[in-house]
């Protein structure tokens, strides 16, 4: 059974930075297309960033430029690198594996901008 579990969230200032790690057990690691998704108050969870096993990247418009996804194959960590801020940008954050074995959420780390 795989398991998912974030780390890094915490409140920081507009316009500043935060770096968001998900180590991952009981999947194979490296087949999976590893994502992060965002859920703000009142609002539907949505996509932020993807990443596939060969490294191919995907993000999300409100956060182009900003953010950067990256994956460490061995230490079966993907990481959500967050840049200039915003307020918008306050939500929870999850982390999700996705293959042909299956998908799998964690239990999300909550992302505060505030002044």
């Known amino acids: 059974q795989g398991q998912l579990v974030e780390s890094g969230g915490g409140l920081v200032q507009p316009g500043g930075s935060l770096r968001l790690s998900c180590a991952a057990s009981g999947i194979i690691f490296n087949i999976n297309v590893m994502g992060w998704y965002r859920q703000a108050p009142g609002k539907q969870r949505e996509l932020v960033a993807i990443i596939t096993s060969g490294g191919t990247t995907n993000y999300a418009d409100a956060v182009k430029g900003r953010f950067t996804i990256s994956r460490d194959n061995a230490k079966n960590t993907v990481y959500l690198q967050m840049s200039s801020l915003k307020p918008d940008d306050t939500a929870v954050y999850y982390c999700?594996?996705?293959?042909?074995?299956?998908?799998?959420w964690g239990k999300g780390t909550l992302v505060t901008v505030s002044s």
């Open positions: 999700n594996s996705n293959s042909y074995r299956g998908s799998y």
